[in-house]
């Protein structure tokens, strides 16, 4: 397969290209709206054309884009490579609301090509395995606990704290919490949440929120910009639980961890070092050529963005939000 690269963002410069080399597959060409800046990350990563603008890439020979532009231009060239023929994978968010995603999966759906969200995370075994532990052993889920934190530099220009291009805790790394959440407890049915703008950027650098399921069950989640860096989820269930630390994007060369706990003992489960970028890559070219629906397709994305809203729609109204 031979991938467009929509973007020379920094999430594609240093994760997903080099993904993409590491498989069978190829990077055929890139575009930005800086034709230096292109030039540069083609040559990096040894990329044979340099496309003058994002339009001139959906006509460079290429099968599927890779899409890491801003969060509200996502929805847009989607659409535009649906138009053109080719599977897309996009950087979560899908589209800046629930509204929005249902549209471009339609869309997508229309043009019968595969569409997935690139929620790297569900690809690592760890996460796989957790969700089967918490399925099999933990009896009924009644709480998560989900959390995405990491300390944001103050560099003018960034997209994430530009209202205009949808960007936010809660959008950026927020949605890893939701997700995890959504993972081990379906779809919340009320939602409540507070948000602090702490750079007067007009976008949340911080938001905590709190997710209602059937039966009673709860989740808390936080993202901001503004503390340490923290990644965890915890699994609380009527017969035991599990918990995983720097959850969404472990980096260690020792491998990650899953510890679980039931009928009095615990648990913990070594995962070996791997490329969770690879086996996202790798499990939407599987898609792309079996015809089957990604892991994270548009009606998952679809359905993450809902929760978003919520949480979003009950800090602007400062009340619980039924969903």
Known sequence: ??????????????????????????????????????????????????????????????????????????????????????????????ASDADEAVEVVQHCRNADVTLMEAFMYRYHPRTERAIEVADRHLGDVQHVHAAFNFPLPDRPGDVRLDPSLAGGALMDVGCYAVSAARQFQGEPLAADASVDDGRDSGVDTSIAGTLEFVDGATATVEASFETRTHQTYRVEGTDGWLEARDAFNPTSDDGTVLRWGTDGRTVEEEFDPIDQYRLEVEHFADCVESGEQPRTDGEEAVANMRAIDGLYEAARTDSSVSL
């Open 1 to 94: 397969m031979r991938f467009g690269i929509l973007s020379t963002a920094n999430i594609a410069d240093g994760s997903v290209v080099p993904a993409i080399r590491a498989t069978e597959h190829e990077v055929h060409a890139v575009a930005s709206r800086n034709q230096e800046r292109a030039a540069a990350f083609a040559d990096r990563h040894d990329v044979p054309v340099v496309c003058d603008g994002y339009e001139a890439l959906l006509d460079a020979d290429v099968d599927a884009v890779y899409i890491p532009l801003p969060n509200a231009l996502h929805a847009e060239w989607t659409c535009r490579a649906a138009d053109a023929g080719l599977d897309v994978l996009c950087e979560k968010p899908l």
